[in-house]
């Protein structure tokens, strides 16, 4: 099982619509996590963090954890075109020191 | 959020060649600074942990003398890629981080192609 786990998708919305992305982890001792987005050929940029259960909300961006579920989620609403990206899940996990392990990404495309 | 500046931001070389990136924190003092490695349609791969003032911390499977890491100060990391093959083509990214809980701020990454 790997330690972060996301649906590679790619998932398709169409303007305006929820797009919901999801994440599980496998260390229940986790502590930290985040989402990033990273366009094609780019670097990726933070987009939010969280650390304990429930409902974080950033402009169209809202956060959801669920440590006893062990799942974190995405939820961008309103979705632009430009939201078109890759969404990378990162979690500070219990053993893994001071670095963030990554998930695989889920490519997320907003359709006109 | 950190401000983290990676050169070049892409690079060609010649196969048997050696490559240096540079990773600078431009705004704290990082005494730790990682390195990723990622190619197409794939996630970031960790490679290794640089530590300033002491030797990095490799993540298993990557060879420790071919990707040389040095972070002689707290604001600069350098990874060399020494006798670079074209499968050492990928994009390299390192990060910052503020605390063991915090987040992880990108620099722009490097491109490199091996021809």
């Known amino acids: 099982q790997k330690e972060v786990e996301q649906n590679s998708g790619p998932l398709s919305v169409p303007e305006g619509a929820i797009a919901s992305l999801n994440c599980t982890y496998s260390?229940?001792?986790?502590?930290?996590f985040f989402w990033y987005r990273q366009y094609s050929g780019k670097s990726p940029e933070l987009i939010m963090s969280?650390?304990?259960?429930g409902d974080k909300e950033d402009g169209r961006f809202t956060a959801q954890l669920n440590k006893a579920s062990q799942y974190v989620s995405l939820l961008i609403r309103d979705s632009q075109p430009s939201d078109s990206a890759t969404y990378l899940c990162?979690?500070?996990?219990?053993?893994?020191?001071?670095?963030?392990?990554f998930g695989t990404g889920t490519q997320l495309k907003v359709e006109l | 959020g950190a401000v983290v500046s990676q050169h070049p931001s892409w690079v060609i070389c010649k196969s048997g060649t050696s490559v240096k990136i540079e990773c600078r924190s431009l705004?704290?003092?990082?005494?730790?600074m990682f390195w990723y490695r990622q190619f197409p349609k794939q996630s970031l791969m960790l490679m290794a942990t640089?530590?300033?003032?002491?030797?990095?911390?490799?993540e298993q499977g990557v060879e420790k003398d071919k990707f040389l890491i040095n972070h002689a100060s707290l604001t600069l990391s350098t990874l060399t890629v020494t006798s670079a093959h074209p499968e050492d083509s990928s994009f390299y990214i390192c990060?910052?981080?503020?605390?063991?809980?915090?987040?992880?701020?990108f620099g722009q990454g490097t491109r490199l192609t091996v021809v």
């Open positions: 969280i650390y304990s259960n």
């Open positions: 260390d229940r001792g986790s502590q930290s």
């Open positions: 990060s910052v981080k503020q605390g063991a809980n915090t987040e992880a701020f």
């Open positions: 640089s530590n300033e003032g002491s030797k990095a911390t490799y």
């Open positions: 705004d704290f003092q990082a005494t730790t």
């Open positions: 990162a979690v500070k996990t219990a053993g893994g020191g001071n670095k963030l392990t």
